[in-house]
């Protein structure tokens, strides 16, 4: 279900924020990048950093603050050693050969905007995130679709193209063996990548919930993406 069609009378991103601070879930996987490199961390806190984007005020069209913002919330810590620096966890899924956009780059496929946008998000919710703070009820993680479908071998590149109609039926496929979908929401996956990456995205929830996040045995303040086995 698309946020648009959340009840609701305020904005889109409002009801958003609304449905998680609820807290109707264990744990909540979001497709966006939690944090900056421990480099450009504020006092090298992930709690710091919630507050400073706090103070950040909205871009004029959207209301969240600008990819530009972040950046230069982050270069005010430390100058980039170089163009696109990655976290420890994002720099685990390129050497597998997954794309991974630097949340501290504004160009072309830049990750800032998606950062600017979450870290707004993560912090009108106020809920607890992983994997700072330890497994309870109403818990946020960090998902990366492109990276779970690889880890289960499947085709991760391109699927996202509305022609890539044969690649999402090929996730789809693995997908139907390890979670129950009705027609519908498999018509649905197959049309539109957002909706395939969302029931994705399950699977990080699922692996905070029981412990089997891949790759992970602790993390500093750069944060961890949730994979599951």
Not at 201 to 216: D, H, K, P, Q, S
């Amino acid at each position: 279900m698309p946020v648009q069609s959340f009840q609701g009378n305020v904005p889109p991103f409002e009801r958003l924020v609304e449905f998680l601070a609820r807290a109707d879930f264990d744990v909540a996987a979001i497709d966006a990048p939690f944090a900056l490199p421990l480099a450009h961390m504020p006092d090298g806190r992930h709690s710091e950093l919630l507050r400073q984007v706090r103070l950040l005020p909205n871009a004029p069209d959207r209301p969240f603050p600008r990819g530009a913002d972040i950046l230069a919330l982050g270069e005010a810590v430390a100058p980039r050693a170089e163009a696109k620096p990655l976290r420890l966890t994002e720099r685990y899924w390129v050497t597998r050969g997954v794309n991974t956009r630097s949340t501290m780059w504004c160009g072309a496929r830049g990750g800032a905007p998606f950062a600017a946008a979450c870290l707004r998000l993560i912090e009108r919710s106020g809920r607890p995130m992983w994997p700072w703070e330890p497994m309870q009820h109403g818990l946020l993680a960090e998902a990366f679709p492109a990276a779970q479908v690889r880890q289960w071998g499947l085709p991760h590149q391109g699927y996202s193209r509305l022609s890539a109609v044969k690649v999402r039926a090929a996730i789809m496929n693995s997908l139907r063996k390890r979670i129950d979908l009705t027609s519908a929401q498999v018509d649905t996956a197959l049309n539109c990548a957002d909706a395939l990456d969302a029931i994705v995205a399950v699977f990080a929830a699922i692996a905070v919930c029981y412990r089997t996040v891949i790759g992970f045995t602790s993390a500093n303040e750069e944060g961890c993406i949730s994979v599951a086995a």
